[in-house]
């Protein structure tokens, strides 16, 4: 692997390794058996939207494992001023030692990866958020012990992170149904691939259907950074998809549930579960850190799995 541009960028055992090594990291951290690959590195953490979990998770990664982190707020940068991504990609190569991108197009992603002779690591773009994911694993393996028969029900919008819950269900035999809104759906390539690569995937409209004995519940905001234009016929759109204490009682009796955060209480989940018993939302925000020191330990540390 030498970017992670999506979950398709890890084999199914690489997968398996580096959650292994991200439950390792956890369990060392804090002591002096935590390991510090990093030693003497920069990884450059480059923003072109808002972010509070990427940027803290990484940065503290980063230093935890020895290296350096530098955040550049992109309208702060000569890309804000034009400068082409193929420029930045070789200027960032001869300075640092993986770039961490936060962008909206992915098509974005894919240019810096093109040119870059550094790791590229996808931090979200508006089709794939693969290190939230890579978070969402570690919980839910954490929870049941494995994810392999487990099945998950994506509650809202076909958006990046329902994208990257139907990689993952390819990559980990993780069975999967997603409820949306007519109009909302998830892109039926990314469907057509995963499928084709023998995922167990549904797309339904009712989400009393979707999450019928499932051992997690996840959902998203209605309306993701940039459609703020939308959020009206959202609204609309997706009366009906909170996830509330009465739809959570048709998921399995041990259902978890997830949110990649931030979480508008009211709307796509409602106050009593994301603050309730099932929540692992916290637990889920923190791993974001576990699973990326694993993901820079293996790019730019060459840590063993």
């Given at each position: 692997?030498?970017?992670?541009?999506?979950?398709?960028?890890?084999?199914?055992?690489?997968?398996?390794?580096?959650?292994?090594?991200?439950?390792?990291?956890?369990?060392?951290?804090?002591?002096?058996?935590h390991?510090?690959?990093?030693?003497?590195?920069?990884?450059?953490?480059?923003?072109?939207?808002?972010?509070?979990?990427?940027?803290?998770?990484?940065?503290?990664?980063?230093?935890?494992?020895?290296?350096?982190?530098?955040?550049?707020?992109?309208?702060?940068?000569?890309?804000?001023?034009?400068?082409?991504?193929s420029?930045?990609?070789?200027?960032?190569?001869?300075?640092?030692?993986?770039?961490?991108?936060?962008?909206?197009?992915?098509?974005?992603?894919?240019?810096?990866?093109?040119?870059?002779?550094?790791?590229?690591?996808?931090?979200?773009?508006?089709?794939?958020?693969?290190?939230?994911?890579?978070?969402?694993?570690?919980?839910?393996?954490?929870?049941?012990?494995?994810?392999?028969?487990?099945?998950?029900?994506?509650?809202?919008?076909?958006?990046?992170?329902?994208?990257?819950?139907?990689?993952?269900a390819?990559?980990?035999?993780?069975?999967?149904?997603?409820?949306?809104?007519?109009?909302?759906?998830?892109d039926?390539?990314?469907?057509?691939?995963?499928?084709?690569?023998?995922?167990?995937?549904?797309?339904?409209?009712?989400?009393?259907?979707?999450?019928?004995?499932?051992?997690?519940?996840?959902?998203?905001?209605?309306?993701?950074?940039?459609?703020?234009?939308?959020?009206?016929?959202?609204?609309?759109a997706?009366?009906?998809?909170?996830?509330?204490?009465?739809?959570?009682?048709?998921?399995?009796?041990?259902?978890?549930?997830?949110?990649?955060?931030?979480?508008?209480?009211?709307?796509?989940?409602?106050?009593?579960?994301?603050?309730?018993?099932?929540?692992?939302?916290?637990?889920?925000?923190?791993?974001?850190?576990h699973?990326?020191?694993?993901?820079?330990?293996?790019?730019?540390?060459?840590?063993?799995?």
């Open positions: 692997m030498k970017h992670f541009r999506t979950l398709l960028d890890l084999s199914r055992e690489e997968l398996a390794g580096l959650l292994d090594q991200a439950d390792a990291l956890a369990a060392s951290r804090g002591t002096d058996r390991p510090r690959p990093l030693a003497g590195k920069t990884v450059v953490i480059l923003l072109e939207k808002a972010s509070t979990r990427t940027r803290v998770s990484f940065e503290v990664g980063v230093h935890e494992l020895g290296g350096h982190p530098l955040t550049l707020i992109s309208q702060h940068t000569q890309l804000g001023r034009g400068e082409p991504l420029d930045t990609a070789r200027m960032f190569s001869g300075y640092a030692h993986a770039v961490v991108y936060r962008t909206f197009g992915h098509d974005r992603i894919e240019a810096l990866a093109e040119h870059a002779t550094i790791p590229v690591i996808n931090g979200l773009s508006d089709t794939y958020h693969p290190c939230q994911l890579l978070a969402d694993l570690q919980t839910v393996r954490g929870c049941f012990g494995a994810l392999e028969g487990k099945t998950a029900a994506w509650i809202g919008d076909g958006n990046n992170m329902a994208h990257s819950w139907i990689l993952a390819a990559r980990t035999g993780l069975k999967l149904r997603l409820a949306c809104p007519e109009g909302y759906d998830p039926p390539s990314i469907v057509r691939t995963a499928r084709e690569l023998g995922a167990d995937v549904t797309v339904v409209r009712d989400p009393a259907e979707a999450v019928e004995g499932v051992d997690v519940v996840t959902t998203d905001v209605w309306a993701s950074m940039g459609q703020e234009d939308e959020n009206a016929a959202r609204q609309a997706f009366a009906g998809f909170c996830v509330d204490s009465a739809l959570m009682e048709k998921a399995g009796a041990d259902a978890i549930f997830l949110h990649c955060l931030p979480a508008h209480r009211g709307e796509e989940v409602s106050a009593e579960v994301i603050d309730g018993p099932r929540s692992r939302v916290w637990k889920q925000a923190e791993n974001r850190l699973a990326q020191k694993a993901l820079l330990a293996q790019l730019v540390g060459n840590a063993e799995l």
